[in-house]
């Protein structure tokens, strides 16, 4: 064999196998089909900024070894994650905390806040939840569920909430505090030097190929290397025998605006069903 790993696809896992696999020695090939190494973290930088390409990631973790390695590579700022929801031209704060339910409901105390949802649940005479709509409900209350959650939910996964199960909606988090930083990990934020330096750097070194597709020669590289690590499309992976994964829809159209501030927050959800969108990242 002609390498020790082939790792296929470039994006943040498959860098870092690679990256340490060559500290210990190991002879790595790195393959992309795209024309570009990072995987859905790259940028491109237009008019000064470092645009993400494929959606905006957020650096985030609570594993301080973690943030000491990436910070090794490239400086990460203080960015918060703090979306807000518009519905029919009313703003919300997300996640769903004190401030969402005070906008709403006018309570003032975590107290007030729970024994209105649990109200809302008890009138949907939800005990056991047995899909999205249910668990939403029972979360954060119906008020929340149909002006927050149902349109945009439906727009995101294609699908009625009352056909997709329970569990999506348990990542979503729920405060009762007066806190709008989505994530509750200690370390967040968003690469400096944009995320092409992390992964430039994270392959010093290393062997790589774009516009390299697995699947056009799959024999081929499965004959190169002792060990594959594959970090593309798992059911592309199989050869579809066990059918297509359903939700892989989202598409993303850029634009860039004369205009100095334009929503005055990084993310905005639209969550009526009617817009056809479901959110505007100010990049």
Not at 12 to 24: D, M, N, P, V
Not at 225 to 249: H, P, Q, V
Request: hydrophobic content about 35%; aromatic content about 14%; some cysteine.
């Amino acid at each position: 064999m002609k390498y020790d790993y082939l790792i296929v696809g470039s994006g943040l896992y498959g860098s870092t196998f690679a990256h340490k696999a060559a500290q210990e020695g190991r002879k790595c090939l790195v393959i992309d089909k795209r024309p570009h190494l990072g995987g859905n973290l790259y940028c491109e930088n237009i008019e000064g900024i470092n645009v993400h390409q494929y959606g905006a990631h957020i650096f985030h973790t609570s594993n301080k070894e973690v943030w000491n390695f990436v910070n090794s590579f490239v400086e990460f700022n203080r960015y918060t994650n703090s979306p807000l929801a518009n519905y029919k031209g009313k703003l919300y704060n997300l996640p769903f905390n004190m401030n969402t339910f005070y906008a709403l409901w006018g309570v003032k105390t975590p107290e007030e806040a729970k024994a209105k949802i649990e109200e809302q649940r008890k009138a949907a005479g939800i005990t056991s939840p047995k899909n999205l709509e249910e668990q939403a409900i029972s979360m954060v209350g119906k008020d929340i569920y149909e002006i927050l959650i149902k349109g945009y939910t439906e727009k995101q996964w294609g699908r009625n909430c009352k056909e997709l199960p329970a569990f999506i909606i348990k990542r979503l988090p729920v405060r009762f505090t007066f806190d709008n930083n989505y994530y509750d990990d200690t370390f967040q934020g968003i690469s400096v030097g944009g995320y092409n330096q992390l992964i430039n750097d994270l392959l010093k070194g290393i062997e790589t190929q774009c516009n390299t597709d697995f699947f056009t020669n799959r024999k081929y590289f499965e004959g190169l290397a002792d060990t594959i690590i594959f970090t593309g499309k798992i059911d592309e992976y199989y050869n579809y025998r066990f059918g297509k994964l359903e939700y892989r829809s989202l598409r993303f159209e850029h634009e860039t605006v004369n205009i100095e501030n334009f929503q005055g927050n990084a993310v905005v959800n639209y969550t009526e069903r009617e817009i056809p969108f479901t959110r505007i990242i100010l990049l």
